[in-house]
Nanobody
Framework: QLHLEASGGGSVQSGGSLRLSCIASRVPKNDYCLGWFRQAPGKEREGIAATHSDGETIYADAVKGRFTISRGDKGTLYLQMNGLKSYDTAMYYC??????????????????WGQGTQVTVSS
């Protein structure tokens, strides 16, 4: 069973940076996606960034140019967040999708979820 565990959330001032980490265990060798999602209070969960095992990355318009998704060794996933704004305040989740030819930020395709890590940006 694929397992994900996110960490790295915290409180920062507007304009600051944070780096989230996610340890993904039992990740397949290929054809999979790892991604980051967030859910603000009273709002639906939304996909913000994803990376395919072949290196393809996609971003939501809301974070493009400010956030960078990357993968480290042994199934580690990162989200570098720069230029944080108050509207980035949310619970952030990492997720995985197996058997994927390409990645999508639509929730329906994602099978495995880690617990959330809270990011709070104060103005």
């Amino acid at each position: 069973q694929l397992h994900l565990e996110a960490s790295g959330g915290g409180s920062v001032q507007s304009g600051g940076s944070l780096r989230l980490s996610c340890i993904a265990s039992r990740v397949p060798k290929n054809d999979y996606c790892l991604g980051w999602f967030r859910q603000a209070p009273g709002k639906e969960r939304e996909g913000i960034a994803a990376t395919h095992s072949d290196g393809e990355t996609i971003y939501a318009d809301a974070v493009k140019g400010r956030f960078t998704i990357s993968r480290g060794d042994k199934g580690t996933l990162y989200l570098q967040m720069n230029g944080l704004k108050s509207y980035d305040t949310a619970m952030y989740y990492c997720a995985a999708e197996k058997g994927a030819w390409s990645c999508s930020l639509k929730l329906i395709y994602w099978e495995y979820w880690g617990q959330g890590t809270q990011v709070t940006v104060s103005s």
